[in-house]
């Protein structure tokens, strides 16, 4: 909120609250995902329509919220895009797709640098 330029308390109130229903109706959708992210794991056709439904319904879940802080006139224009960028990452991920993002990076084997590329670097 400080980042946001938001002082008003009662803007600040509404803020908070409008956001922390926001992130809990996020969290309930993350729990049915996960249940049924872990279901499909091994059928992909299946996976893949259920990942874009779940993005469907952050996606409804989060315009919900930016539209009921437009409503009460809690941010301006300028705080709204801000705040849509900061919490982009909140609005398109739960801890689901984190996890799996998470285990799926650590199953791809590292690629080795070049030792030359290295010393390259080092000398800057």
Not at 2 to 28: C, H, I, P, Q, T
Not at 40 to 46: A, G, M, R, T, V
Request: proline content about 1%; cysteine-free.
């Amino acid at each position: 909120m400080d980042e946001l330029g938001l002082e008003d308390k009662a803007k600040r109130s509404k803020f908070k609250s409008n956001v922390r229903g926001a992130w809990e109706d996020s969290e309930k959708e993350d729990k049915r995902y996960s249940v049924l992210y872990k279901k499909y794991l091994e059928n992909s056709d299946k996976l893949e329509a259920e990942k874009r439904v779940h993005q469907d319904k952050l996606k409804k879940i989060w315009d919900e919220s930016d539209e009921k802080l437009k409503k009460e006139e809690v941010l301006d224009e300028k705080q709204q895009e801000a705040w849509q960028k900061t919490s982009e990452e909140l609005r398109t991920k739960t801890a689901t797709d984190l996890h799996y993002e998470g285990k799926a990076k650590q199953a791809q084997p590292e690629k080795k640098e070049d030792k030359k590329e290295k010393k390259e670097d080092s000398e800057d």
